[in-house]
């Protein structure tokens, strides 16, 4: 006898909210695999962000969330990402979940050098979501 399980796959967006932009990094559940997704400059992802969320039937979205070198929350960093996701969650339907990104900017810095293609805030968001991803098989 056979058993079937009905999975659902969600697509996941992870954002690395910096000063001048936002790294994107996809993952669709199941297949586990992040993938760089582009970058979207801070000035104007009020416009592309819903956009792309739509266009690619994005399911939940994972921001990460700055500590400084010491692993401290900077208060500086802490505004702005608390402020962008306060907008974030009046603009979306979807649920938005947050996760640590403590070294992720270095860990984009090391992938670089294991020659990636992509630029370092995809990279960054790519460090979150893999993390976020192994946080939540644990």
């Known amino acids: 006898m056979w058993i079937f399980y009905d ?7 992870a954002l690395d909210h910096g000063i001048k932009n936002i790294g994107l990094a996809w993952c669709q559940t199941g297949l586990d695999v992040v993938l760089p997704f582009g970058v979207i400059q801070t000035t104007n992802w009020k416009q592309q962000l819903p956009k792309l969320i739509k266009e690619e039937a994005i399911d939940k979205l994972v921001v990460g969330l700055p500590r400084n070198q010491h692993g401290e929350r900077g208060e500086r960093n802490m505004k702005r990402v608390g402020a962008f996701l306060e907008e974030l969650k009046h603009m979306v339907s979807i649920p938005i979940d947050v996760h640590e990104e403590t070294r992720s900017s270095k860990q984009a810095d090391a992938m670089a050098s294991e020659g990636s293609g992509s630029k370092r805030d995809e990279r960054a968001a790519m460090v979150i979501l893999q993390a976020y991803i192994e946080s939540t098989q644990s």
């Open 7 to 13: 999975f659902v796959r969600m697509n996941i967006l």
